[in-house]
């Protein structure tokens, strides 16, 4: 009856430690539905890794519900969330192959798991090596394997249960930018051609932008912010998903905290305002001119999308015409606080 | 004693010695890695925690562990002797030896197992397996080259044990070395029969450094 299929309500997760306890997760909600990529990203120590542990129970939740499909995980006999298990997968940042197994017996392994015959695993295996693009390396072991040969496998592995969901955690930290790509590039094409669900955790707004359709921001333990990928990129709420999609925008803001800390705003184009000379055809209009402070280019799900820092003119009026203008064109832009510089120039770079 | 005495008694402890320590080491084992498989499975990062029985059964362990193997003979020997029928020979010396030697095989089994990565063991239990699929499939599979590294060195401490059971009549190389070497003073029967025991030590620590080798996908 749910369109959800991955659904967490009040979860709480709290740990014992020698400090006293830690809350690794305050009273989160979260929905995912069917199809969806959804990323949940922050900064290392929010709770990320925990989150996504008690979507599939590897954490049990202090208190709260979590529902899988409709169905309520928390509470159920080990034995039946193991069959629930099943249609959960899971990769990991350091692959967690079985290192005594090859490419094909590590992916038999859940299979062999839930019971499959030897013979229609192994040949499952197989075919999807071939999804992997790995079919040479079908009796290799993990110590022969390279990172990103290491994860193929890995989803591989992932994908023989044909599970109805993915949980990713940190599934490319550990690779280099070019194998990152090619990985991200793959599980896209798995969560578009085969229905499949995935959860993302990262601290790499890359990740986002290249994977997921949906985003939470989680520090702290709570999820600060949330909604749809582009739509957050266009208009950040929170300082916490400022500084994750724009990290490079507020460095650029730093040096010239001294000379004007005034009106200044941060826009956001894609292809329908690409087109137009904007700032140009401002400046001149209203004779006013204006400081670029800093200007980017980004892929977003395959569409590119443009952000701009820049300052408009010191004096209220002038700035206010200015802002007329850009509304008036249909630019997005949102003002850049006094504090959110301040609080960044605090951090400093070394 | 003329040569061929000399190597028909070395003969027959040789022989002696490797059922004891043969037969003590298999059984040892029998009793020691579900043990050891137990501690690890039910430890505070274990997949079952169970505190009571961890607690209880390290503790049974670590008694029997602490005391000197030679004491611990003397203690269960009369113990050995109503159940078996007899204190002395191969039979009773190998029944002290698993006394003795199952609590070191459990604690090795554990040592190896605690080196499979915590992070395997969470994949595992991510895809749905269940307890024993994770001992069978993942915990003793992945700790394989260790686990016989462990066992040639658990082999050898009984090799050792048995020998040092000798001394108390229990037949085999330590009791030849004793009665000709020690009491007949008759040196050269003594070295002879600890250079027959540094070549069987040898060979048990060859062919588990060749076997661990050849079983572990990590090398080769």
Known sequence: MSEHIISLQGVTKEFDTKGGKVVALKDIDLNIEKGDSYGIIGLSGAGKSTLVRTINLLEEPTEGKVLFDGKLLTGLSAKELNLERRRISMIFQQFNLLMQRDAVGNICFPLEIAGVPKAEAAEKARELLKVVDLEERANSYPSQLSGGQKQRVAIARALASDPEVILCDEATSALDPKTTRSILALLRKINEERGITLVVITHEMEVIKQLCNKVAVIENGEIVERGDVQEMFRKPKTKAARKLFFPDGQVTEKPLVRTSTKNRVRLVYDESTAGEPIIANMIMELGAPVNFLYANLDVLGGAQKGQMVICLAEDAATAAKQKEYLRAKGVDFTEIEEDEIDHHGEEGDA | ?220
Do not use: C
């Open chain 2, 1 to 220: 004693m003329d040569a061929q005495t000399l190597i028909r008694l070395l003969g027959e402890g040789t022989v002696q010695t490797l059922i004891m320590t043969l037969v003590g080491t298999l059984v040892s084992y029998l009793i020691g890695l579900p043990v050891g498989v137990s501690l690890i499975v039910t430890g505070p990062n274990g997949i079952k925690p169970a505190p009571l029985y961890n607690r209880t059964m390290g503790f049974i362990v670590n008694v029997i562990r602490s005391m000197p193997f030679l004491i611990l003979m003397i203690a269960v020997m009369p113990y050995i002797r109503k159940v078996i029928g007899t204190g002395i020979g191969t039979s009773a010396t190998t029944a002290a030896l698993i006394v003795a030697a199952w609590p070191f095989v459990a604690r090795l089994v554990e040592q190896s197992l605690l080196e499979v990565d915590s992070g395997v063991i969470e994949a595992a239990q991510a895809m749905g397996a269940g307890t024993m699929q994770i001992v069978r499939k993942v915990l003793l599979l992945e700790a394989r080259p260790s686990l016989i590294n462990g066992a040639a060195v658990a082999t050898i401490t009984i090799l050792g044990y048995s020998a040092m059971a000798g001394t108390l009549g229990g037949g085999g190389l330590g009791d030849i070395a004793i009665r000709f070497g020690h009491y007949r003073f008759q040196p050269d029967v003594m070295w002879i029969t600890i250079l027959v025991l540094v070549v069987l030590v040898q060979i048990m620590q060859e062919i588990g450094v060749k076997l661990a080798g050849r079983l572990d996908n990590r090398l080769n």
